[in-house]
């Protein structure tokens, strides 16, 4: 489902639309609110909350963008609130929303970063995916293969192979938007021509 | 936007081309805080305790949960639509079979018993276009913007004050015809919506000089004498200023009404800015020029406490407002019946055939369901 016929969806109050939310949206969310809150199921809570009210407003977006900010201030300011109710310190809720500022649609949005990393890491073969994510912490070939007892050169050979996998699944999501720069880019240097 | 996104996806998996690579450098020297978020990301050492977190939640089991619950509505809703389906095919013959009999009296698509009085319900619109249903909803607080949150309720809608500081956004409350919705600003300022009405405001009034909101239809204000800034609203060309007030602004047609119940307000067009100031237990009809009465205010505000109340008023402008809170056409057959006054007071949740019985043993005239419309005749 592209994300045109997927905003359309939830704006009919398609069920598969809303099914697509939480396969693409369900886990980063949380992670999300789990910054604000913790590990202890309330931001589960909050999440759950937040697409139950979509569906019983019946939200309509704009765009898929709208959307993603939507969803992504939604849980920003429901996590804040709880804590408020639970008579946190003001000090340390400005703390976090300062840590944590409102999501704009025309800034860089590192939980999208995350989701878009995470749901390609999700599909790689388990022993490529342990290396990956090793390597992704900072972690040398030789210290990677000390700890899961492999040895350097297989190391190196699953490193390629997830990279590889994740460079060429990146493009294919991103296709469209590639298509665009390149055309405004070749656009831009035939100007600078004339 | 997002080909940034994509870039710095790719650098922090390693997998970013050299061409790439140097564009994302570019963007990061263009502001300090691209190189902030850089910084972040990198030296997040945490990714692999992160994406752990990430793997164990369980979509699937939040999933069915979602579809339980909305499936108990979905049936409901199945009901209604057959219903409805129903209801248009009847409605659809019945048209059919009139067109092509042409009758002046069409037979009633409905009996005045079946007309619903008015509700709470509105559509409320946020700054990027999004747009919710609101009725009678549970309570519950929502996050509606970046930083601002409401909570929602039967009661309507109360806009708490904003988190953070950002440039002001502005919301709309669209009330249809057969709605009615209260809802309370972020400054404490508490406004009664009447139906077929609009309303534009800021959802914060932290960066505005003055706190200044939009109107079209009617509205009750009980402005919030908790600021220092004035409380300005805009009726077409027309200005009504406060100072501490609880106010009524009737602006369906051309001349806008403004009622003052308590306190202070200036009133100017315009036309020549000049402000007029109102005393309480007046009303100003502004028209080309400004006009000031001295009135009764009880029959221009008892609509808040839910009552009709009418003196010596046509019953042309008494149809205008019956068509507005119950949905429906009515359509006064001749001049002479038009120009009838009435005087009387009636429970805005009353049937309109109670209202209407009224108006047919005080005067004489008849009313029927004609088609899809009231008609009032001699």
Redesign the interface.
Known sequence: MDNETFIQGINRRD?EA??QI??RY???L??YA?NFLG?NGTS?DI???????I????????SYN?FK??LY??V???A??YLKHQGVAEKYLEHL?QTY??????????E???R???AI??RLPTRCREI???????KKNSEIATELHLSIETVKTQKKRA?AY??EH?DKS?LW??FI?TENMMLSDLLIDC | MEYIELLITKYLSDTISESEKQFLQNWIKEDTTHRQLMNRLLHDKNFSEKYRRHAAIDTEAAKSAFLRHIRKRVWQYRVWKYAAAAAIIVSAIVSAHYLFTEDKNPAPQFALAEVEPGNTRAILVLDNGTQLSLGENEAKTIAIDDSVSVEMSAEGLTYLPAATKKETKFNTIIVPRGGEYRLTLSDGTEIYLNSESELRYPVTFSEMSERKVQLSGEAYFSVSSDSEKAFVVEVGNVRVCQYGTVFDINAYDDSPEIVLVSGSIGVSNDTDGKEIRLQSGQLAVCGEEIVVTDVDVTPYIEWTNGRFVFIDRRLDDIADILMRWYNVEIEIEDKDIAELHFTGSVGRNETIQHIMNAISYAQNVKVTVSGDKIKISK
């Open positions: 069920t809303y099914k939480y396969d369900y886990r980063i949380v992670v789990e590990n589960e999440v759950q909350d937040i697409i139950v009210n569906w019983e407003a019946k939200m309509t977006f704009v709208a900010t939507y201030n939604s920003r300011n429901g804040l609130n929303a500022s409102p999501i704009d649609e025309s800034e860089v949005n590192e999208e970063i995350y878009r990393l995470f890491i999700d990956f994510l090793l390597c992704m912490d900072g990279m994740i460079r990146l991103y938007l590639l720069v």
